[in-house]
């Protein structure tokens, strides 16, 4: 089955809306903290950096390792260098950013992570970039004409919110209602919405929560942690939720059921699993039409993944030789 999936993704097409975030890997030499000279600070002096696309952006990247014909994001980013930055990003990965919108009022949304070049490890506080006022609204008005005019041209539309702060995200309460208006009136388009903290609010579209996303959603809507219930007071056609090393519970109508991750060794690290695992589900679903099997093959990307330093993605030869392992 991954050998006929893979063979089919050259010829699908998948777009990413939300938050497209930057990544920074900067690494830097702790030899080189002496104290500032005005203000006795020590200070973190970075050596070198490398910079890949973040949040969505993740997503996009695995999307496009996979084999995925036709790879675009849809958000918005600051007139600022972390926005130039992130356009390169994805231009050299080959994903469209024609339709990522500059928005001169917020700053892009970065993930800076320090890494230190004697150990290898992330051992400073990271620094992040975010936005905690609400979205232009012209901005947003662009970014909802853009969703309305591109949910048809594409196969798959997966949706990253991964904003935080309570206000700030590029997907608005204007954007879920537009989802819900729009996911049902296209019932053979495979519409994912992975929210970090507003899993209770999306209506009408499949859900890939985590284990705490899920329970912390239940819990706020009904005191209990019910997950056939929140399938139902979202009106999803399922949801996904992954738990880790074991596997994924799938809630549909008919029940749960679970799908098993595959076994490795210790993770090198699990940043950008969930979003390697929404990559290959979704287009495992857009493939077969199975829950269950787009389960098992974002289970198969993500075990790959993460045994990679930072947000990897796999290759379809990659894939491959783990099915047969």
């Known amino acids: 089955m991954t050998a006929e ?3 089919r993704l050259p010829g699908l097409s998948a777009l990413v809306v939300g938050d497209i975030c930057l990544d920074r890997w900067c690494t830097y030499d702790p030899r ?27 997503i996009a990247n695995n999307l496009v390792a996979l084999g995925v014909g036709r790879v675009a994001v849809l958000g918005a980013c600051g007139n600022d260098g972390f926005g130039h930055e992130l356009r390169c990003a994805l231009a050299s990965r080959g994903i469209a950013g024609d339709h990522l919108i500059t928005a001169p009022s917020m700053q892009t949304f970065t993930y800076t992570k320090l890494i ?8 400073l506080p990271r620094v992040d970039y975010i936005n905690t006022a609400p979205l232009d609204p012209g901005a947003e008005r662009q970014i909802l004409a853009g969703l309305q005019t591109l949910f048809d041209t594409f196969d798959v539309v997966l ?15 204007g954007m879920r209602d537009l989802l819900a208006d729009l996911a049902p009136n296209y019932p053979d388009k495979v519409c994912i919405v992975d929210s970090r903290a507003r899993t209770g609010e999306f209506r009408k579209v499949i859900l ?8 912390a959603a239940c819990r706020a809507l009904f005191g209990v942690v019910d997950y056939p219930r929140l399938r139902a007071h979202v009106e999803a056609p399922f949801l996904m939720v992954t738990h ?3 596997g994924v519970v799938l809630v549909t109508e008919a029940g749960e059921q679970c799908a098993p991750a595959r076994k490795v060794g210790k993770p090198v690290d699990i940043c950008g699993a969930g979003d390697s695992f929404n990559a290959g589900a979704a287009v495992a679903l857009a493939v077969t039409r199975s829950p269950l099997q787009a389960a098992r093959f974002g289970n198969l990307v993500a075990s790959i993944t993460i045994m990679q330093k930072g947000t990897g993605a796999a290759s379809p030869e990659q894939l491959l030789n783990a099915a047969r392992s």
């Not at 080189?32 to 993740?58: D, K, L, Q, Y």
């Not at 949706?159 to 309460?173: I, L």
């Not at 890939?208 to 329970?215: D, I």
């Open 116 to 123: 230190n070049g004697c150990t290898g490890e992330e051992d």
């Open 32 to 58: 080189e903290s002496e104290p500032s000279r005005e203000t006795g600070i020590p200070r973190t002096g970075v050596v070198s950096t490398t910079v890949s696309p973040g949040a969505g952006g993740t």
């Open 5 to 7: 999936i893979l063979s």
């Open 159 to 173: 949706v990253s919110d991964q904003a935080e702060t309570r206000r700030g995200g590029v997907v608005t309460p």
């Open 208 to 215: 890939k929560p985590n284990r705490q996303e899920a329970e």
């Open 244 to 246: 880790g090393e074991d």
